[in-house]
């Protein structure tokens, strides 16, 4: 059987984390099994359903690397094969026409709740004659739902699930205005695209009993269903925006890698032993629903940052030099001169170490882009007072002197003149420091001078001496 998966989101804001943790565990089965991953758009909430949502949506699966096969597929533009199927049941008595009128229903509800019973349509329409419909009105569709037995999903991650068919009612299938139901519609897409495993969020695992009563009744085989659990946050509760519940533009934003946010979501839900650091490929490789949990799992952003440092330390410093001055230049709202990215792959290095963000990267990587005369930090201000002025004016003239400005030549020449002065190296170093960086943490000193070059090392000195 060929695997063809799908991703369906609604385009009415951003792609958020759990929907492109849907995206990742789609993709990767198909991959895994030799297939294809399609993306349908479930644009008919006309209302809420915006271009600006959709292009968000294909551009945050660009960024994550997960790509589709063919052109995405507009399910409010299938309306009309959607209908075509109401009415085809309509006509085969799986189907009828009902005349309940808004006030009926919500009577109808409140009789249930005052009972004590579910509420649920209760099927008045179901096998009343054409005669008796009311003159003028416009009906419903509903389906024709077995009424005895049960329905039955084996589901790829939660195991059989069982309901009564007892315990459903007739659900309508196209509205009085001949629009058709997210029910509906979903059913005869899936069918249409010969999707073989429907992979999505447990919330949907309801649906999945209504929808598989119109796969029977149509006589068409049903896909596979994997219901994955939700995304709680690392304290347990429901997903929101305080524990992280973002589009995936914001975590791009916050200088995530694409790579480390695919790794952080394919382990949350997913496991294969105790491996945690998993790359694309031994993902793709290793991927299947069995490895799939039924608990929810937890979205902790420290862990994501923890992870995002993994992938900046390991990824190549060509591309990530490229990462680095793309992000310097949008803080700086300027373009980065030859000289400035000159300086990025000599303290790549350096700075990598303790970096968990690129905007971090960014951060620490400062200094070698700002202008003179350099924004001070308050203790970096507080370095360069007292005797400080004048010990910079001993460095310049020692720097200057310097044959060869390499690593050994001004790691010998700093050292020579703290000793010369009779001082410990920090209290040459801090001062130094602060004048060429304009705080009082940095990479190390020697490093500094060798990242910044002869010149404009000694023209930041110069900024502060006697």
Known sequence: MSVITRFAPSPTGFLHIGGARTALFNWLFAQHHGGHM????????????TDAAVAAIQDGLHWLGLDWQGEPISQFARAGRHAEIARQLLADGKAYHCYCTPSELAEMRETAKAEGRSLRY??????????????????????????????VINDLVQGEVTVQNTEMDDMVLLRADGTPTYMLAVVVDDHDMAISHIIRGDDHLTNAIRQRQIYDLMGWTAPHFAHIPLIHGADGAKLSKRHGALGVEAYRDMGILPAALRNYLLRLG???????????????????????????????????????????????????????????????????????????????????????????????????????????????AGLLTGD????????????QSVAEWNLDALTAAVRDLAETEGLKLGKLAQPLRAALTGRNASPGIFEVLFFLGRQESLDRISDHMA
């Open 122 to 151: 209760d099927g008045r329409w179901r096998d009343r004659a054409p005669d008796e419909a009311p003159k003028d009105a416009a009906p419903v569709i509903r389906l024709k739902a077995p009424q005895s037995g049960a329905t």
């Open 38 to 49: 399609l993306l349908r758009i479930e644009d008919t909430d006309r209302a809420r359903s």
């Open 270 to 380: 997913w496991s294969h032993g105790d491996d945690e650091i998993i790359e694309s490929e031994q993902a793709i490789a290793w991927f299947d629903l069995d490895g799939v949990g039924k608990s929810a799992a937890r979205f902790d952003i420290p862990r994501l940052e923890n992870l995002n440092s993994h992938y900046i330390r390991s990824m190549d410093e060509g591309e990530l030099c490229r990462l680095l001055g793309a992000q310097l230049q949008h803080s700086l709202d300027r373009d980065l001169s030859p000289v400035e990215l000159d300086r990025l792959p000599l303290a790549i290095g350096a700075l990598k170490e303790r970096a968990k963000t690129l905007i971090d990267l960014a951060d620490k990587a400062q200094f070698l882009v700002a202008g003179r005369p350099l924004a001070m930090e308050e203790k970096a």
């Open 388 to 399: 400080a002025p004048a010990l910079l004016a001993s460095a310049h003239v020692c720097l």
